[in-house]
């Protein structure tokens, strides 16, 4: 309605006359903090894991071995739940794995429908042993 954007505050219309009263309604916060969305990603009390960081701790080189990235997810994961982090989207991990790569020089290979990351190994964690 058009002369709704004309009316002051606190003045209401009445819907069968037209005449308008002098009560107010209870005016909203509009504090900046109250009006600005509060973004699941910008949570500060559960942030979300870096997968930079962990892709930095989680890999080491290791010639004529490979990592496929489900491998490499699952370990994102793990990580973040131990820290007490959330894990990102798959699409966003995806993405940053491929940024990664390619700032480090780690080469990726299709097989099917897998993506390896070629020429690396997951590094082992506190209390993983070899099999």
Sequence with gaps: MVSFELMTPGVT????????TGTTAEAPN??????????VASNPENPVGSVKRILTES???ARGTKVELA???NRYRA???AQGKRPCSLEVFAGEVA?????VGINRKTEGDHLYLVDVQL?????ETAI
Aim: with cysteine; glycine share 6%.
């Design 71 to 73: 491998e490499l997810a």
């Design 59 to 61: 890999l080491e080189k």
């Design 13 to 20: 219309q009445a819907s069968d006359t037209g005449a308008e």
């Design 30 to 39: 509009l504090t900046a903090e109250a009006s600005r969305p509060r973004l």
């Design 123 to 127: 590094a082992r964690t506190q209390g």
């Design 79 to 81: 990580v973040c739940k």
């Design 99 to 103: 940024a990664f790569c390619k700032v």
